[in-house]
Nanobody, 127 residues
Framework: QVQLVESGGGLVQAGGSLRLSCAAS????????VGWFRQILGKEREFVAV????????YYADSVKGRFTISRDNSNNTVYLQMNSLKPEDTAVYYC????????????????????WGRGTQVTVSS
């Protein structure tokens, strides 16, 4: 099993920045990918960004492209989401998730591709 724990959420003013962390522990997954999703109460979970742990290939949702950056530190099993120029519409619970890629460097934006999920961290952006 893989355990994922998010941290770094909080309250920030519009235009500000936050960095979320996703720390992984437990079973080591080869050829894995880690993504960030977000969800507003009553709405569907929305893809934000994903990174391949083997190739570092990344992919972003259009709504965050140019503002958010996903990165990894394999030495401490942590994936980060740097969020800049935050907007009130970025307010949500942010979840990190991990899955096993079918091919080297493969990454996915659909939530059903992910096998392991964290419990989420709240991000609130005030106007």
């Amino acid at each position: 099993q893989v355990q994922l724990v998010e941290s770094g959420g909080g309250l920030v003013q519009a235009g500000g920045s936050l960095r979320l962390s996703c720390a992984a522990s437990g079973r080591t997954i080869g050829n894995a990918f880690v993504g960030w999703f977000r969800q507003i109460l009553g709405k569907e979970r929305e893809f934000v960004a994903v990174i391949s742990l083997s190739s570092s290939v990344t992919y972003y949702a259009d709504s965050v492209k140019g503002r958010f950056t996903i990165s990894r530190d394999n030495s401490n099993n942590t994936v980060y989401l740097q969020m800049n120029s935050l907007k009130p519409e970025d307010t949500a619970v942010y979840y990190c998730a991990a899955g096993i890629a079918s091919g080297y460097g493969a990454i996915y934006s659909r939530s059903y591709r992910y096998d392991y999920w964290g419990r989420g961290t709240q991000v609130t952006v005030s106007s």
